[in-house]
């Protein structure tokens, strides 16, 4: 039986909470607003980058998962989540004097800046173009300047149940892509995410960092049109585009993630094809 502490228990720290607490572990799951916690974890009521709330943590912790996210999508929410958050807890630990065997960091492959469909790996430099990647990777680097053993997760773009954004845009002839050099995009199911973290933490020792994306890194014209296909919806439209959303540098590469598949981890949606199939299939 482990003691884990989920600081962050939202779309992946909730998921991972309702499966721990069917074992024989003690769960807490910490967030602002402690509402709909899944049934048999220990709520706690606290912001992560105030230190004050967080100075009666559970004791005697076995491992502590960090899936925070940020609350906005500027640089400031950024850095109160990846950044902030980090030093917060690290810090309460500390002085509480826990000692847990592990921490694991939920972070992002937007710490990669490469952009023209370059494989990648746990070794390949990180240079993120914006402060979302920039903000992740400080806080990586905080983790591991730390007093505990860590692991880090760089997971790609998170889909899944309540997050089918990308479906509805097919499905209404919303969807397009850039014209041009082609755009790979990494991705995830929310499962395998939790999956992935399980199974890490199952491990005598694992890794300092794992890449934690499916097995099939791929463009994204041909999972619009693979879509589109399955929903029997409109072609999506070819556009010029120079600029992401939001201002963002469009990225494009392709992650590796033989590194965990090398721990024994067997993916339930190894590609967007059996994730997004499944997606579809519950709605209809």
């Known amino acids: 039986m482990a003691r884990i502490l989920i600081a962050g228990c939202g779309y992946i720290g909730g998921a991972l909470a309702q499966r721990l607490v069917t074992g ?3 769960v807490w799951g910490l967030r602002r607003r402690p509402m709909m ?9 606290a912001d992560l980058a105030v230190a004050r709330t967080l100075r009666d943590l559970p004791p005697r912790l076995d491992f502590v998962i960090y899936s925070a996210s940020p609350s906005g999508a500027d640089d400031a929410h950024y850095r109160t989540a990846y950044v902030e958050g980090v030093k917060q807890l690290l810090g309460a630990l500390d002085a509480q004097k826990q000692s847990p065997r592990r921490i694991f ?11 023209k469909g370059e494989w990648v790996d746990e070794s390949s430099a990180t240079e993120p173009t914006d402060f979302r990647g920039k903000r992740v990777l400080e806080g990586e680097s905080i983790l591991e300047d ?4 860590a692991t880090v997760l760089r997971l ?17 002839g919303q969807a397009s892509y850039r014209k041009g050099l082609p755009r790979y995009t990494n991705r995830i199911h929310r499962d395998d995410a ?7 933490m199952g491990l005598e020792a694992p890794a300092r960092l794992y890449l934690t994306v499916d097995e099939d890194p791929a463009e994204d014209a041909v999972v619009l049109r693979w879509l589109a296909g399955i929903l029997g919806s409109p072609e999506p439209r070819a556009e010029k585009e120079t600029e992401a959303p939001s201002g963002r540098v469009a990225t494009s590469k392709r992650c590796r993630n033989d590194l965990l598949l090398g721990t024994g981890y067997a993916f339930r949606f190894p590609s967007f094809r059996e994730g997004y199939a ?3 299939s519950e709605a209809t």
């Open 146 to 149: 730390g007093p505990f053993a």
């Open 278 to 280: 499944a997606l579809v």
């Open 24 to 26: 024989p572990h003690e």
């Open 105 to 115: 960091f939920l972070s992002s492959t937007s710490v990669f800046g490469q952009s």
């Open 156 to 172: 790609g773009g998170i889909y899944g149940p309540r997050r089918t954004s990308l479906i509805d845009r097919v499905r209404t």
């Open 37 to 45: 916690m899944p049934l048999g974890v220990e709520p706690i009521e």
């Open 194 to 200: 939790v999956g992935a973290l399980e199974h890490l």
